[in-house]
């Protein structure tokens, strides 16, 4: 096959695929939450104790429908479907108990139990039992920000991080033991919010890439 016909036939699979994803086709509630803080020196997995700051990211999922507004409607929690934790150069886990663990979003900005008002997006996460965790605020984001209806959406210009004084304690899958985070308060966290394709769309995604193998093979053969 000559390059041109190759390109061709690669990006009329590749817009079979993007135009299933950016069709719509999310599945209903189902979210991802990503998001990255710094965990600071003395923090650690199982034996393992960080010498310096080292950057965490967090992605779950979690179904926007669970979201639970407190009482006078200041904060929210969503809990968390499934959490993996990236850190630094050790690798990726996955937390065994992951609805132990809710994303946090408010328009109240607080110093955990002190509140002082604020008038910008919150986000972050928290440990239901022990109240251990982080949040950011945000100068603004990409969509209308509502606390207690979490949407796909980008939070912009961080502007302070907010930690509590108790560290944030998740059990790690596959024998990796515990994870204990101190977090810094003076690294701004990141976060973000994004649909997650159904598996339909993915299927027609990968489909679309098969064909392009496909017809390659076929004329490659073809033209022995």
Do not use: H, W
């Amino acid at each position: 096959m000559s390059p041109l016909r190759l390109c061709c036939s690669f990006a009329f699979g590749l817009v079979i695929g993007v135009s299933s994803l950016l069709g719509g086709n999310a599945k209903a509630g189902m979210l991802s939450f990503k998001s990255e803080a710094t965990a600071m020196a003395g923090s650690s997995v199982g034996s393992t104790v960080f010498q310096t700051n080292t950057a965490v990211k967090f992605t779950g999922l979690f179904d926007s429908a669970d979201t639970i507004l407190q009482p006078g409607g200041a904060y929210a929690f969503t809990q968390f479907i499934s959490l993996q934790i990236e850190i630094g150069n050790l690798g990726a886990f996955d937390a065994t108990t992951p609805n132990a663990f809710a994303i946090l979003s408010s328009n109240v900005g607080f110093v955990f139990n002190n509140p002082a008002f604020v008038d910008f997006p919150v986000l972050g996460m928290i440990d239901l039992a022990s109240d251990a965790g982080y949040y950011g605020g945000f100068s603004s984001s990409t969509q209308p920000y509502t606390l207690d209806a979490l949407s796909p959406n980008e939070f912009l210009g961080p502007l302070f991080t907010e930690t509590s004084p108790d560290p944030f304690v998740i059990t790690l899958a596959g024998g990796a033991g515990v994870g204990t985070f101190l977090f810094s308060d003076s690294d701004p966290v990141t976060a973000s919010i994004s649909a997650v394709p159904e598996p339909t769309s993915m299927a027609i995604f990968g489909l679309g890439s098969l064909l392009v193998v496909a017809r390659r093979a076929r004329r490659a053969r073809s033209s022995v």
